[in-house]
């Protein structure tokens, strides 16, 4: 077995009802917990607002962490609507996913948003999952580090104005072309890329633990040969991962 460590995310965005969402937990509790029961496999579940404490109570005192797939860039006051970090925090959320792909097209969320979350997850003990992706169009213009790096900079910028420097920060790099599409990029593309976004988190947040997830299209195939590569800790997994059986495929490459 493999001494790697290595974080699956479980994303389940609005695909699954409140009870689906329940169902699926308290069916698979065991199955889940076996697979992470192993010190180096960590499986981060994240359902819906109205799923998180309920699930959060099945899981507990299990190996399996909760995050939520958005939080407010707002601390507190009058922001209909929004659920800041620290109510997150409050029910035992661990980690929050932020500036999804999705956020960012269809919400319209700005990189500058983006970085208000991260710091307000940041501040409130809650692990930031930072989503950064690159379009199709920019895809094939070979745009992509441009891209990344103008997600990027705005967060790094309020990072290093802040004193959270040193709190772990984990990015999932999601091409947003290959969302949901059933394929992905190459993988000399993705090793290019992500060690592309190591050296330049190294460089403009030497102080902060950066662990980096792929996500796009992930299921059984693309998982095992994403998983050698060496600068990935980890992937985000968007519809295979509400299948159990499919999820438990992806992860158990792990002790392959
Ligand atoms: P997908 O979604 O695995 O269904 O492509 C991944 C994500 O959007 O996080």
Redesign the pocket.
Known sequence: MTQRHLLFVA?W?MYITYEQSLTFALTHKHDLCALAENEYTHIIVCPSFPALSPIINIFHDTPIAVGAQNCSSFSHGAYTGEVSAEMLTAVGCRYC?IG???RRTLFKETAQEVAQKVIRALEHDLHPIL?IGETRDEYEKGHTTKALATQLAPVIDEINKSSLAHKPLCI?Y?PYW????GSIPTISYIQDISSWIIEYCKKTLPTTPISLLY?????ENSASQLLPITTLDGL??????TDLEKFKNIVSLHYR
């Open positions: 994303n965005k996913i999804h792909g999705e989503c999932a999601e290959a969302i949901g599409a996500g796009g299209s992930v299921d985000l997994i968007g519809r295979a991962s």
